[in-house]
C-alpha cells in the first residue's frame, strides 16, 4: 500500500509566504477574523483525518469497487460508509459552507486545501462529499427560498449528498442533444423522464438521501442548449418536517465498470416520471448548472493534485531506497550493493518532473481559490469583477493543464517503481489509473482549450488574458534590480510576450479560418499553463532565494533547486507547442474522412 503524510509545510509556505492568505483574508468581512494559526490547525486536522481513515480504504475501495445489489441498491465497499459518518460527525461539509444553513463559512482557499489532502487519501471516496458541495453551490445560487429551506442545511450537514445529471448515452459535451423530458404535474412539481449515464456518486448507501441535480427539457422547449431546464429530483421526497420520505422513481439501473476510481458508484440513472422541481429560470438550466460544472472542473483539477502529490511522496521514497547500479561518477554508496537510483540523472528527472509539476499546481489552484473568495466576499465591487475574470480565464487551465500534467506524473512515478510499479500492491499503478479520468470529465481536456481559446480569449480580445499579463508586468518590475533573479524573470518575460504573439496570430487566422481555433487550442492552452506556471515558481524561487541561508534552509534549497529544473528542463516544451499550434488547420484538415 502507498504511504502518504499530507505536505503540510508546503501547504504553509503557499498559504501564508507566497499568498499572505491572512492579510488578503481580513479584508474581506466574512473572514477578517481567520487568522494563520487556525488555518494551520483545521489544516493539520485534516490531515490526520486523510491519513488514519481515508488512506487504509483507497487499496480497498480499488479492489472491492462498488457492487450492484439489484432493484437500484449499491453497496460502496468496506468501510466506506463508516468513513463518511465520521467525515459528517467532525463537521468537515460543512467547513466553506454558508453559515446560515449551519455551515461554518470559512474561506474557499482552506477548503481546497483540505480537498487536496482528501484526494491523495482517496479520490474515488472524496466525490462523494465533493458533488455535493457542488450542489449546495448551485442551489444557494439559484435555488428558491422554500428550496433553499428543504435542501441547503442537509446538503451543508453531509446528511444528504448531491450529484450532477447531464451526460446521456447520445450526448456527452454537447448537451444541446438531450432527450429528458420535464412534464409539468399541474402542482407544481415536474415528471422527469430519461436515462443518465457516467453519473458519479448516483446511488449509494453512505447517506439518507441523494439530491439529483437533472438537466431536462419542458414541453415546446426550443432546441439545443437554449431549451435545457435544471431540476431538483431527491431520491427521497423531503416530508413536510423535512425528512427523507416517500422513494422517487429515479433509481441507479446499472453500475459502469471502469478503468479507475471504482470505489465511487459511477451509475446509469433511470428516471421514469420522478418528481422534480425547477430550479431557476424555465429553459436556463444550464447556466444554473455551470455554478456545479465549473465548481466540478476546480474540483477535478484538486483531484489531480492530490494524486500528484502521493505518487510523487512515494516515487521520491523509493528511489532512495531501491539499490541498482553505480552512477557514472563512482560508487556514492560503496558500503552497499549498489547505489540507491536517485543518484541516476534519468530517475532525478522524472523525480523532479513529478516535484515542479505538483508544487506548480499547488502554488496555482490555492491562488485561484483565494481569488474566489474575493469574488465572493470582498468589499469592492471592482475587486470582485476582476478577480471572478481571473477565476473564468484560469479555470479551463486548472482543469485541463493540471490533470495533463498529472497522468505524466503518476506515469513517471509508477516508471520510477520499475517492474513493481506495475504491481496492484505498491498502488502506483492505482494513481495512474484513476489519474487518466480527470483529464476526460468535467468536459474533455479539448473542450477546455476551446473554452479558454475561443471563449475566454479571443471573445473579449485578450483582455482578460492581459490582465494575468499585468501580473507578470508587476512582479518583474519589482524585482528587476535583483540580479540574483535575471535567471527567473528573462524566461518569465520571453513567454509572457510569446504568448501574446501567438494569441494575435490566432486571432488572426480565425477570422478567416474558424478552424484554426479547434487546430490551436491544445497546444495553446499548454502554452498559457507553462506561462502561469513561470510565473507562480518565479514568484516561489524569490522567496527562497531570501531565506535559503537561514532556518529551514533546506526547504528553500529544495525549492530553488525546482525552480531552477522548472525553467531549464519543462518550461522548453513550449518551443514544440508554439510551433504546433502555429501550424494551423491544414494538415489536420486535409485527409477526407472517408480516407482514414
Known sequence: MANYSAPLRDMQFVLHELLGVEEILKSMPPHADMDGDTINAILEEGGKFCTDVLLPLNQVGDQEGCTYEGDGVVKT???????????????????????????????????????????????????????????????????????????????????????????????????????????????????????????????????????????????DAPGGTKGISLFIVPKFLPTEAGEPGERNTV????????????????????????????????????????????????????????????????????????????????????????????????????????????EGARAFSYWIALEIDKALSHPDEAVRKDAADMVALLTPIIKAFITDNTFESTNLGMQVFGGHGFIAEWGMEQFVRDARINMIYEGTNTIQS????????????????????????????????????????????????????????????????????????????RVVGHMVYSYFWARMARIALDHQDGADAGFYKAKLATARFYFAKLLPETAYQIRAARAGADSLMALDAELF
Open 450 to 525: 476551446l473554452d479558454l481559446l475561443g471563449r475566454k480569449v479571443l471573445t473579449d480580445m485578450g483582455a482578460k488574458l492581459m490582465s494575468f499579463g499585468q501580473l507578470i508586468q508587476a512582479f518583474a518590475a519589482g524585482n528587476q534590480d535583483k540580479p540574483e533573479m535575471a535567471e527567473f524573470l528573462a524566461p518569465l518575460a520571453d513567454i509572457g510576450d510569446k504568448v501574446n504573439k501567438l494569441t494575435g496570430e490566432i486571432g488572426q487566422k480565425a477570422m478567416k479560418n474558424p478552424e484554426e481555433v479547434g487546430a490551436a487550442a491544445v497546444p495553446y492552452l
Open 251 to 358: 433509481k441507479c439501473g446499472s453500475l459502469e465498470h471502469k478503468m479507475g476510481i471504482h470505489g465511487n458508484a459511477t451509475c446509469v440513472i433511470n428516471l421514469d416520471g420522478a418528481r422534480g422541481w425547477l430550479v431557476g429560470q424555465e429553459n436556463r438550466g444550464l447556466q444554473a448548472m455551470f455554478v456545479m460544472m465549473n465548481a466540478a472542473r476546480l474540483g477535478v483539477g484538486m483531484q489531480s493534485l492530490g494524486l500528484a502529490e502521493i505518487a510523487c511522496q512515494n516515487s521520491i521514497s523509493y528511489a532512495k531506497d531501491r539499490l541498482q547500479m553505480r552512477a557514472l561518477s563512482g560508487p556514492k554508496a560503496p558500503d552497499k550493493a549498489a547505489d540507491p537510483i536517485i543518484v541516476h540523472p534519468d530517475v532525478r528527472r522524472m523525480l523532479l518532473t513529478q516535484k515542479a509539476y505538483t
Open 77 to 219: 465497499p468496506t468501510g466506506f460508509k463508516e468513513a463518511y459518518a465520521q467525515y459528517v460527525e467532525a463537521g468537515w461539509p460543512a467547513l466553506a459552507c454558508d453559515p446560515e444553513y449551519g455551515g461554518q463559512g470559512l474561506p474557499i482557499v482552506v477548503n481546497n486545501a483540505i480537498y487536496e489532502m482528501l484526494n491523495s487519501s482517496n479520490q474515488a471516496w472524496t466525490m462523494y462529499p465533493g458533488l455535493s458541495h457542488g450542489a449546495y453551490e448551485c442551489l444557494h445560487e439559484h435555488g428558491t427560498p422554500e428550496q433553499k429551506k428543504t435542501y441547503l442545511a442537509k446538503l451543508v450537514s453531509g446528511e444528504w449528498t448531491g450529484t450532477m445529471c447531464l451526460t446521456e448515452s447520445h450526448c456527452g459535451t454537447d448537451l444541446g442533444m438531450l432527450r429528458s423530458k420535464a412534464e409539468p404535474n399541474g402542482d407544481g412539481s415536474y415528471a422527469i423522464s430519461g436515462t443518465k449515464i457516467f453519473i458519479s456518486s448516483g446511488e449509494h448507501d453512505m447517506a439518507e438521501n441523494i439530491v439529483h441535480l437533472v438537466l431536462a427539457r419542458l414541453p
